[in-house]
C-alpha cells in the first residue's frame, strides 16, 4: 500500500471513529437537551443535519450494449435508453462522475441535491455510436468501463471468434475530451470466456485455485501496469477507477487495486451507496442496478 494511501485510510478510520463516537454520544447530549428544556425536533433536526451534511447517498446505474432493435440479455434500445435519460433529467438528477465523488469523500467538493452516475460495462462501439450522443443531447456525464485487451476488437483476442464490436482507443480519446464521458477500467485482461480462453478459466479478477499468492499478485500488477500504459498512451491520463469483472472481488484483489492507485472500484450488487466525507474507503466496492430494456428506472431508483 503507498504512503497517500496509508494516510487516506488511517485518516478515514479516525472518522468512523469519530461518526461512532457522535451516535454513541446522542443519548447522553439528549438527556443534556432535556434538562436544558430544549425541543426535541430541533435537536433532532440539527443532529440530523450534522450527520447527513458529511454522507451522501449515491445510486449507480450499470448499463452494456446499446441495440437499434428492442434489447436483450442485458442490452437496452436507443429508444428505451432515451426515454430512460430524459426520465433521469424530469425526476430532478444531476449525473456526476467520479472526480466529483473523490472530492466530496477527500476534500471540499460538494454533491448536488440528487446525485446519480451512469456507467457503461465492457466499452461497446454501441455506446460511442448511440449512448454518447443521447448522453450530450441530455447534459448527462457518464464513465465506461474499458476491456484494455478488447479495444478497437470485433473478435475475442487472438481467437478469430465474432463478437459484439467495442470502440476503438481514437473513439475512447475523443468520448473523453468532450467532458461527456470518462474512460475508466473493466481490468486489461481479466474478462475470461469459458470456451474460448485456457481452461479453467479465472472468474473475472480472482485467483486461480492453483495459484499461488505472489503469482496472482504479479499478474495483477501487470494487468494494473499494462493498463495504465495504454491510458497514458491513448488518453493521457491515469486509471484511476475500476469496475471488477462480473462483479466478482475478494478482499485480496480489493487491496491489490488500492494498491495501484483505484480511488473508486465497483461491483454488481443492487444497492445505493452511502459515501462518507473523510472516508475515502466508502467509495470502494460501490453498488450499482443493472438497467435493461424493461426496468422502470424511476421505481428503481424509489421515486
Ligand atoms: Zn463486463
Known amino acids: 500500500m503507498g504512503e497517500r494511501q496509508l494516510i487516506l485510510y488511517r485518516r478515514g478510520a479516525l472518522c468512523f471513529f469519530a461518526a461512532a463516537l457522535l451516535l454513541a454520544l446522542l443519548p447522553v447530549l439528549n438527556q ?5 428544556g430544549l425541543s426535541a425536533s430541533i435537536f433532532r433536526s440539527v443532529a440530523a443535519l450534522v450527520l447527513t451534511e ?4 449515491v445510486p449507480i446505474l450499470l448499463y452494456h450494449h446499446i441495440t ?30 467520479f472526480a466529483d465523488l473523490d472530492a466530496f469523500v477527500s476534500g471540499d467538493g460538494a454533491l448536488p441535491d440528487k446525485p446519480i452516475l451512469i456507467t457503461f460495462d465492457d466499452g461497446y462501439e454501441s455506446n460511442y455510436t448511440h449512448a454518447y450522443p443521447i448522453l450530450k443531447e441530455h447534459g448527462l456525464k457518464a464513465t465506461i468501463f474499458v476491456i484494455g485487451v478488447s479495444v478497437g476488437k470485433n473478435t475475442y483476442k487472438e481467437t478469430g471468434q465474432a463478437m459484439i464490436p467495442h470502440f476503438s482507443w481514437e473513439q475512447a480519446a475523443e468520448m473523453e475530451a468532450s467532458g461527456v464521458i470518462t474512460i475508466e477500467s473493466h481490468g486489461y485482461d481479466l474478462h475470461e ?17 492453483d495459484e499461488s499468492l505472489e503469482d ?22 491515469s486509471v484511476s477507477v475500476t469496475s471488477f469483472p462480473l462483479g466478482k ?14 480511488i473508486a472500484t465497483l461491483t454488481t450488487v443492487a ?24 426496468t422502470d428506472l424511476i421505481r428503481l431508483l424509489g421515486e
Do not use: W
Open 32 to 36: 443534556a437537551r432535556a434538562q436544558l
Open 68 to 97: 437499434e432493435e428492442p434489447g436483450e440479455g442485458g442490452a437496452v434500445s436507443v429508444e428505451i435508453f432515451n426515454e430512460q435519460m430524459t426520465a433521469l433529467v424530469e425526476a430532478g438528477y444531476t449525473a456526476v462522475t
Open 216 to 237: 496472482y499478485r504479479t499478474f495483477l500488477n501487470e494487468d494494473c501496469d499494462v493498463m495504465q500504459a495504454l491510458f497514458q498512451e491513448h488518453l493521457g491520463k
Open 193 to 209: 470466456v469459458a470456451g474460448l480462453d485456457e481452461e479453467p478459466i479465472r472468474l473475472g479478477i480472482l485467483r486461480k485455485e
Open 271 to 294: 444497492e445505493t451507496n452511502r459515501i462518507v466525507k473523510g472516508v475515502p474507503q466508502s467509495l470502494h466496492k460501490l453498488g450499482r442496478y443493472a438497467v435493461g430494456e424493461k
Open 249 to 262: 472481488n475478494d478482499l485480496l484483489s480489493q487491496l491489490i487495486l488500492v494498491d495501484n492507485n483505484m
Open 54 to 57: 458529511r454522507t451522501a447517498e
